[in-house]
């Protein structure tokens, strides 16, 4: 995920560079679990440094949130941030500090690391509540078994369709009352 871009840096406002990203083994979670991580890359050199622009592909690995089943999650990011340099690239004086604590740098080596940004956006990308498939039947509450493998013995509670007719009734009356 790292790129060298002190040739961009040199070149004038403007410039331009673009990347095929296919990288394994990339770290994306703090757990520590790897991904490979697939996609574009598009650098743009601006005024005060470059703008990255990535649509990238990775699994990662996760548990289904109703059966606990280890699950490979897909996302597809896409990454635009501004990364700035830490280190003028013609004098090799440091540069100012962008204002923004959080701002992407460009490390004093002109290599533009895309890790911490992968593992942001997939921080937010990521479903709070992942599942193995969209109907997932979880675990029997009581004994444990994966309804999805097959379905256990346990008295079910049954629910009927009708009291929650009733329940919207209720609660109809009691918002417009
Ligand atoms: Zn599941
Ligand atoms: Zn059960």
Known sequence: MRFHVAQLLKEGIGATRSYEVHEADVVVTDDGSRSLVEGTLGLLRTKSGILARAILRLHYPEVCSRCLTPIEVPLELHIEEEYQPTVDVLTGTA???????????????????????????????????????????????????????????????????????????????????
């Open 95 to 177: 540069s100012p500090r962008p204002e923004d604590p959080s701002a992407f740098l460009i490390d004093e080596h002109h290599v533009l690391d895309l890790i911490e940004a992968v593992r942001q956006y997939r921080v937010l990308a990521a479903p709070m509540q992942p599942l193995c498939r969209p109907d997932c039947a979880g675990l029997c509450p009581v004994c444990g078994q994966n309804l999805n493998e097959s379905p256990c013995a346990c008295p079910r509670d049954e629910y009927d369709p009708r009291w929650s007719a009733l329940a919207k009734l209720a609660q109809g009356e009691s918002r417009d009352g």
